[in-house]
């Protein structure tokens, strides 16, 4: 089923690609949500090709009526993770599938079709990067790690998620290496995969943005958890904290310090 799913993904690429180089119009679901028509021409073409190939599996995908949702054995679709970075040519967006058999992750993909990144892991058989096999960073010492994170598209309406990502943030920023925000959740969580980033949290992000990442991230022997530490929910948790474990305990303190 991998390989089928990469081939149609990649292909999917190719429209997600021509849509990132042209003139687009854009379109505003909220104040800070954008959409275009490349996100549906995306999606459609991946619902399309997957329920022709996947028959059995339910559609979850971003762009369309998710009010019922059967979280069964599910293909998970992001058409274009990171739509900011997408519309304003920000390389930093990609395609992002999670396959779900049982309710439990099965294949993740993460493809940026900019920077010809396409990540992978299928349950029990590690997390590769164009083929090549991916590990966590091994730092241990949260002073020396690199956090990233990201802004939700409420902290530009609700003034209590906006107080609380900056109280983060004005905890979290002296004790660390540094802090960063490039935009695409999905590809936050590759790159705590990849040993980039030591570790990364967010609220308020959607089953779409992080299905595929978090198989990715726990294939190549990452944590990931909600805020107090316990096991993170796709539909139910508001916060995702998602680390090399090594610095997972100290993050959580400090998300969760006063
Ligand atoms: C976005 C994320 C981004 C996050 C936004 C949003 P979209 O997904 O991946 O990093 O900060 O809240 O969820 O809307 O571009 O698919």
Redesign the pocket.
């Known amino acids: 089923m991998k390989d089928k799913l990469i081939e149609i993904i990649k292909e999917a690429g190719e429209l997600l690609k021509e849509g990132y180089f042209s003139n687009k119009e854009v379109n505003f679901k909220a104040k800070k949500?954008l959409v275009t028509k490349y996100d549906v021409a995306v999606e459609n073409f991946l619902k399309n090709r997957f329920s022709k190939e996947f028959p059995s599996f339910t559609l979850i995908a971003?762009e369309s009526d998710n009010t019922d949702i059967k979280f069964g054995d599910s293909i998970i679709i992001?058409p274009?993770?990171?739509?900011?970075n997408f519309v304003n040519q920000v390389p930093h967006t990609a395609i992002s599938v999670g396959v779900y058999k049982n309710k439990e992750p099965y294949i993740g993909v993460v493809y940026n079709p900019i920077l010809n990144e396409l990540y992978e892991a299928k349950t029990g058989c590690g997390s590769f990067l164009n083929g090549k096999k991916i590990e966590v960073s091994k730092e241990n010492d949260f002073q020396k790690s690199l956090i990233s994170t990201?802004?939700?598209?409420t902290s530009g309406s609700n003034q209590n998620d906006l107080n609380d990502v900056i109280k983060k943030i004005e905890i979290i920023l002296p004790k660390c290496q540094d802090i960063r925000r490039l935009?695409?959740?999905?590809l936050?969580l590759c790159y705590v995969a990849r040993g980039t980033y030591e570790g990364y949290y967010?609220m308020?992000?959607?089953a779409?943005?992080v299905s595929a990442g978090i198989l990715i991230l726990s294939e190549a022997g990452g944590k990931i958890s909600n805020i107090n530490g316990e096991e993170y929910k796709l539909f139910d948790d508001k916060y995702i904290v998602a680390t090399n474990g090594y610095i997972h305990k100290e993050l959580i303190l400090n998300l969760n310090a006063k």
């Open positions: 949500d971003e992001d274009i993770d990171g739509t900011t990201g802004f939700p598209y935009g695409s959740a999905a936050d967010e308020n992000l959607k779409w943005d």
